[in-house]
Every structure is written in C-alpha cells, then in structure tokens.
C-alpha cells in the first residue's frame, strides 16, 4: 500500500514538471494572493505584542478628571492625597499633547528625566537636564534636520525656545519616531497648563490595584463638589489593545476572504492552462486500466505538492518585503498616521498558525480549480477523451 502511493507521488511530480509552465503560474498565483494575508497578520502581531510590552512596562494606575466623557488634566494637587493611599508607592504627573514644528505634527510628552521609559535608547547627546532642554526620535530629527545643540519651536507656543540635548532611536518603539520628551514642568509651560498634568501615573505594590481604584472612587463620589475622575489599571488597558487589534485582525479577515472568493475564479481559469493535453493523457490511463479515484489521488498529491511550495514562498516574499519595503502599503492598516511609508522600523512577528491557514487556503483554491475538472474527465469514456 505504500509503494502505491510512493509511485502517486512520484507520478504527480513528474506531471508538475512536465506542465511546467502552467506548475509556475499556479505558485505565482498563489503566492500572490497568500502574501498580503501572511504580512498583515504578522505586522499586527508584532505591533500588538510591541503594545503589549508598553503596556507591561507602564503604570498600574492611569488617573485623570472626567469632563463629558473625555480625559481630562488633573490637578497636581491631588498627588499628595493619592500618595496618602495605603499600597501606593509613587505618583508620577505626565503631560501628553500635540503640537506642529512647521508642518511636522509631534507628539509633546513631558514626564520627569527618571522615569523615561527603558525602551527609549539614545543614539546621539543625553537625557534633558537643564530647563528647555529635549530629546527627540530620530525620525523627526531627520525630517526636520535637527541635530544635537540646535533649537527649535512649537507652533502652539513660540515664546519658548527648545534645545535638542539628545536624539533616541527610532528602534525605540513604534510610536517613537515623532516623539519630543521634555520636563514636565517645561510641557506644562507649552501647553499653558501650569499646576497641571495630562494625567497621573500611579505604581503600587502588588495585588493593591483594586483597593486603591475603589478607594479613589470613593473619594470622589462622596464629595458632590469634586469633578468625577476616569480610572483605567494595567489590566484595562491591555484589554483595549487586544480588543483593538483582535478587531482589525476581523476586519482586514473578512477583507481578505471577500479577495479569496473573488480569487477562486480567476485560478479556476489559470488551473486550465493546457487541460486539452491534461484530459487526453487521463483518457490514455483510464484506458490502461486506471481507476478514477487513482487518478483524483494523483492531482491531490499535485495540489498539495504545489501549496507546499506556495506557502513558504510567499511567507520568503513577506519577509523581504517587511524588511526591505518596510511594509508599504500595508503597515498603515494597522499603524495610524504613519503615512505610505513608516518612519520607523515596523515591527513583524510571523506565528505558525497564519502560516498553516496559508498552506491550507492554497490547498483549497488548487482543489477547487482542478479536482471537478479532473473528476469530469475520468468519469468521461477514454475514447471520447482522447478525441
């Protein structure tokens, strides 16, 4: 039994490479219509497992004021109530907000020297020490030919004049490439908001993130004159980002099955390069004595053989194309405002499901575009196929 179907094998690769040309179509086909799946499942992937590690390597603790459901700044002063709670250990104020330099669009972060976060790694100068002193991505700094010791000013206020005393990586992260880090106290000014931050950063100890979030609304509900705050932990946050991006997986899914369907098709076409030859030579089996099922084996075999080399390829192409291309025209589905073509490494993690989902769509348009053919010309009289 198992010499017969070595000898299928070795028939459906010799088949493969006598009908070469219509062999190589099929792949390039195939390969086509896998590699935008196989790319976008891996940059989302890798962009969300980049989230994640933000996520992990933030506070426990996101505290702002609530004003008709949105975030808004809290006011310094409620530092050192909070730091009174039993179980936290600090209170960190930031200030997150947007700005123009000419008609680059930054992102303004202004958070204590200390606290920047690990991730972000220098490449030029050091962290901000003095008053006015920033350090920005590697991105901007590019676009705007800034480099260590040059000056620069935001749109939003021109009476203050920043100095670059660092450049970070565009490495850092994926969000890095267009961000200015300052002193909060220097943010604050910018922004007009003086005894202010965007919001409050709150560690605690572990397995007190609970008791400090119902102690906080407590404080607050219980005091009819204190504005209603917005309390997100660690754990919410993460679930928005899977949530989010579990969702654009859906979306760009149900995308990509309508371009499957459409695909299908189209192969059933090129699958029927040189069939008038493919259906004689079934006739000249059948009239040696071969049985139908034989010969449906033989093209299963072929179609496997044939999505076996598929998939790796296009996994091959949507690799080179991440690396080299950086994955134009399809990162910006899952990175927001990065335009055509990111600044900044986009991050890619290929996990083996999509692979495998790959091999066997492959598996499924090949059999859709040659098993019925080859089904009807079996069950045809060998004398009227060979006609």
């Given amino acids: 039994m198992l010499r017969r179907h070595l000898n299928f094998l ?192 709150i560690y605690v100890r572990p397995g007190y993130v609970a008791s400090i979030a119902e102690v906080l609304n407590l404080l607050h509900e219980g005091d009819e004159k204190r504005p209603l705050i917005r309390i997100q932990t660690k754990d919410l946050v993460r679930q928005y980002f899977t949530k989010g991006f579990t969702m654009k997986q859906g979306i760009f899914t149900a995308l990509y099955t309508v371009a499957f369907a459409l695909a299908i098709p189209a192969l059933l076409v090129v699958s029927g390069f040189g069939m008038g030859e493919r259906r004689r030579e079934i006739g000249i089996i059948k009239a040696i004595g071969w049985q139908t099922s034989e010969i449906i084996e033989v093209v299963f075999i072929e179609n496997i053989l044939i999505s076996l080399t598929a998939a790796p390829l296009a996994l091959i192409v949507s690799f080179v194309w991440i690396k080299l291309f950086n994955g134009f025209l399809i990162a910006q589905f899952f990175i927001a405002e990065i335009g055509i073509l990111a600044k900044f490494p986009v991050p890619a993690r290929y996990m083996p499901v999509p692979i495998f989902l790959g091999f066997a769509f492959a598996l499924i348009l090949t059999m859709v575009g040659s098993i019925y053919s080859t089904w009807r010309s079996a069950v045809t009289p060998p004398a009227v196929t060979m006609k």
């Fill in 10 to 201: 070795i028939v459906a690769s010799e088949n493969l490479f006598r009908y070469k040309g219509r062999t190589v179509v099929v792949i390039l086909c195939l390969v086509a219509i896998l590699f935008p799946f196989i790319t976008a499942i891996a940059l989302s992937e890798g962009v969300k497992s980049q989230s994640l590690i933000s996520v992990e390597n933030g506070a426990d603790i996101y505290l702002t004021y609530d004003q008709y459901g949105r975030n808004a700044a809290v006011p310094l002063s409620a530092i050192k109530e909070i730091q009174g709670i039993d179980g936290v250990l600090r209170v960190v104020p930031r200030v997150i907000g947007r700005a123009f330099i000419s008609s680059y669009l930054a992102v303004v972060v202004g958070i204590p020297s200390k606290e920047i976060p690990s991730s972000i790694l220098l490449e030029k100068g050091d962290i901000f020490k003095d008053s006015n002193d920033v350090i920005i991505g590697a991105g901007l700094a590019k676009a705007l030919n800034l480099e260590v010791g040059h000056s620069f000013i935001l749109d939003i206020n021109k009476a203050k004049i920043l100095k670059v005393s660092g450049i970070f990586s565009s490495q850092s992260s994926i969000w890095s490439a267009d961000l200015i880090f300052m002193s909060f106290d220097d943010a604050a000014e910018i922004f007009r908001k003086d005894g202010m931050a965007s919001d409050l950063l």
